[in-house]
């Protein structure tokens, strides 16, 4: 959740500026959320996330 709404503020603040960085910087923090979802799961499921 503070994931999301991490990426809105960096998307808000990049139209403000009218610069592409913050998109990548948005771009960058989703993918990295979506990595950290998908372990966090692993972990929920199997108890350890690398086997």
Known sequence: MLVIEAIALIVL???AYGTGMYFEAALLLAMVGFVTTVAFC??????????
């Open 42 to 51: 692993k972990f929920r499921l199997r108890g350890n996330v690398i086997e």
């Open 13 to 15: 603040i990049g139209i």
